[in-house]
DNA sequence: GAGTCAGATAAGTGTATGCTTATGTTTCTT
DNA sequence: AAGAAACATAAGCATACACTTATCTGACTC
């Protein structure tokens, strides 16, 4: 079980190592689109974006939504839920006092 | 400011995706220690080790704090702060429940 | 002061990674 | 049925990265 988590875990560590990676991620958070629309404005070719998705799906960091001829990406929560489970292991060391980690915190105990 | 953050982000990101360094960072989240007892039952050559900690010193996910000839290393809040603001922008698509993190694991385990 | 110990840095090397061009596959249009 | 459009995949290449061995620096001991 927890062999699958490390593996996810490097996926997600890999994956968000990339800064154009990181850049699609934070197009697709803002808005579900598809690999074209998403490369509007990126100067960056379609084998490249195709091939980042694929790195992103791996690590569960985006899911693909097949609508004909067109694939929509959106977020993958799963992804996000990793990376906070991985944070939390290390609460005891977070600075308390920043209000937007109060926020996190709440949100995560629940 | 921000952009002094962007480059942050990256160093954390690249220092976390690779699996020692990860590994050093857990050990030191346990307790902190020098270089040397760091390395105690990891496999890992002398330099191999100083590289991985600049690394992680410089994404401010490590501190270290000389003590004579020895170097105590610790986790450093900082990093973790900048982790826990870049997941808290997609706050919105974390599963809403702890709960959901679980199902996540089993569905792992298949 | 000489030797030793903890750690950093330098230089070289094999592999991983992100890009490119070319081609394949599936779906839609006409 | 033929072409085009949206993606995916293959193969090759240049760079980045993590390791190695060798050397350097600074602090402690004798």
Redesign the interface.
């Known amino acids: 079980?927890y062999a699958?988590?490390s593996f996810?875990?490097?996926d997600i560590?890999?994956a968000?190592?990339d800064?154009t990676r990181?850049a699609i991620f934070?197009k697709l958070?803002a808005a579900g689109m598809n690999a074209s629309a998403l490369r509007e404005g990126m100067a960056i070719s379609q084998p490249a974006m195709s091939q980042h998705l694929a790195v992103l799906r791996t690590a569960r960091l985006v899911r693909e939504e097949r609508q004909g001829r067109f694939v929509n990406y959106e977020?993958d929560?799963?992804g996000?839920?990793?990376?906070?489970?991985w944070?939390a292991?290390?609460r005891?060391?977070?600075?308390a006092r920043?209000d937007?980690?109060k926020?996190?915190l709440r949100?995560?105990d629940?």
Do not use: G, N, S, T
């Open positions: 079980m699958y988590v996810m875990e490097h560590f890999k968000l190592a800064p990181r934070e958070a977020v929560p799963d996000l839920a990793l990376i906070a489970q944070l292991k290390y005891a060391y977070w600075p920043i937007a980690l926020d996190l949100d995560m629940q």
